[in-house]
């Protein structure tokens, strides 16, 4: 069973916005504590914003202000709304569980123009 897949990244100008979707398997989803991650080319995967199964958000400084996490669990769905994005945001995005723990997924990605 595919526990991941995440979808919603492109191309988008600086001060734009765009969500990302991760759709993640039922059983996990009820577990766990589900996270996104961004990876820049030679770097590892960085989290970027992470939900509690009861839905408490925690934000990497780098980009509270402007990043807002939120599951549903009727979807099983963990959406990544990101707004006011900067060219540093650029890179791929990835969920997983919080201290990731399952094979990772193809990620979506993000580039923010200048």
């Known amino acids: 069973q595919v526990q991941l897949v995440e979808s919603g990244g492109g191309v988008v100008q600086a001060g734009g916005s765009l969500r990302l979707s991760c759709r993640v398997a039922?059983?996990?989803?009820?577990?766990?504590?589900i996270g996104w991650y961004r990876q820049t080319p030679g770097k590892e995967h960085a989290l970027v914003a992470r939900v509690g199964t009861y839905g408490a958000a925690y934000y990497a400084d780098f980009v509270k202000g402007r990043f807002s996490i939120f599951r549903e669990s009727a979807s099983s769905m963990v959406w990544l709304h990101m707004s006011n994005l900067e060219p540093e945001d650029s890179g791929t995005y990835y969920c997983n569980t919080y201290r990731p723990s399952l094979p990772w997924g193809q990620g979506t990605q993000v580039i923010v123009s200048s």
């Open positions: 039922q059983v996990t989803f009820r577990q766990y504590d």
